[in-house]
């Protein structure tokens, strides 16, 4: 049983290795979300910097119904309005 199991999670990261998945490196995160916390120091919580940097290192587009996203110009933001 314990070897399905390793062979199971080795087959599911051979997929995500061999897909479109971009995998960024933790350090690379944490030191970026970071420097976020620094300058959005009373914007962003250190988990909304985690966002940012991962928008950051990938160059995605960040999808957020918070306001405080809205207006952020180094970013490519969607910013969705509920009501």
């Known amino acids: 049983m314990r070897k399905t199991r390793h062979k199971k999670a080795e ?6 290795y061999n897909s479109n998945i971009v995998i960024v490196e933790e350090s690379k995160i ?3 979300a970071a420097f976020f916390k620094c300058k959005y120091r009373d ?3 250190f988990i909304d910097c985690h966002v940012l940097a991962l928008a950051e290192l990938t ?7 918070d306001s ?6 180094e970013f490519k933001v969607t ?3 509920v009501k």
């Open 30 to 32: 944490y030191n970026r």
């Open 79 to 81: 910013y969705i309005e």
């Open 11 to 16: 087959d599911f990261l051979t997929r995500i």
């Open 68 to 73: 405080n996203f809205k207006d952020l110009k």
């Open 43 to 45: 914007k962003f919580s």
């Open 59 to 65: 160059e995605g587009t960040i999808i957020a119904t």
